[in-house]
T-cell receptor, first 117, second 110 residues
Framework: ETGVTQTPRHLVMGMTNKKSLKCEQHLGHNAMYWYKQSAKKPLELMFV???????ENNSVPSRFSPECPNSSHLFLHLHTLQPEDSALYLC????????????????FGPGTRLTVL | GQNIDQPTEMTATEGAIVQINCTYQ??????LFWYQQHAGEAPTFLSY????GLEEKGRFSSFLSRSKGYSYLLLKELQMKDSASYLC???????????FGAGTTVTVRA
């Protein structure tokens, strides 16, 4: 148990569906991340929120829409996905250091295994 | 960005030692992390190196050489539960992002 939870753990959706992934961290951290993990590929950073503001958007298609209502919760809204979006989606959190640099270790949730039909 | 290389797979026997190498290229260096990830589970933090040398934590040790752009994770007295994927990640100077290698799958056999 790393202190970061994600729901659902598994999701199967059609290309026309709308769904949302949820992440919650219980570590008192102030930064949260979404990563995509595909088989045999490195983790790809998608979005970063620091103090509830989005500070990174790594050229992610608009069919992925993040939301961070507070420092403990992070959502990823999914709409009109493609089969190649099937992957493990991981959430992580860390504590932003003094001066605005995110220097601490990132702690990961167990991920949501997404399958797009 | 970084170019991070690590072997795809390694196999070892229970009780043995395995060394997982990681090489990286970066314009500025601000730390290297090792994570362990069991199938279907979260990556969990193992170690952090920012200065040259060896960091030891029980059966696991991690080494860093910044001049060579090289690190290794050493797993001693292997146990079956050590079968997992091991991820090397590098952070750039003045940055918060982690760049990950593709991971090394270690299989421990009886």
């Amino acid at each position: 148990e790393t202190g970061v939870t994600q729901t659902p753990r598994h999701l199967v959706m059609g290309m026309t569906n709308k769904k949302s992934l949820k992440c919650e961290q219980h570590l008192g951290h102030n930064a949260m991340y979404w990563y995509k993990q595909s088989a045999k590929k490195p983790l790809e950073l998608m979005f970063v929120y620091s103090l509830e503001e989005r500070v990174e958007n790594n050229s992610v298609p608009s069919r992925f829409s993040p939301e961070c209502p507070n420092s403990s919760h992070l959502f990823l809204h999914l709409h009109t996905l493609q089969p190649e979006d099937s992957a493990l989606y991981l959430c992580a959190s860390s504590q932003e250091g003094a001066g605005g640099a995110l220097t601490d270790t990132q702690y990961f949730g167990p991920g949501t295994r997404l399958t797009v039909l | 960005g970084q170019n991070i290389d690590q072997p795809t797979e390694m196999t070892a026997t229970e009780g043995a030692i395995v060394q997982i190498n990681c090489t990286y290229q970066t314009s500025g260096f601000n730390g290297l992390f090792w994570y362990q990830q069991h199938a279907g589970e979260a990556p969990t933090f193992l170690s952090y190196n920012v200065l040259d040398g060896l960091e030891e934590k029980g059966r696991f040790s991690s080494f860093l050489s910044r001049s060579k752009g090289y690190s290794y994770l050493l797993l001693k007295e292997l146990q079956m539960k050590d079968s997992a994927s091991y991820l090397c990640a590098v952070r750039d100077h003045g940055d918060y992002k982690l760049s990950f290698g593709a991971g090394t799958t270690v299989t421990v056999r009886a």
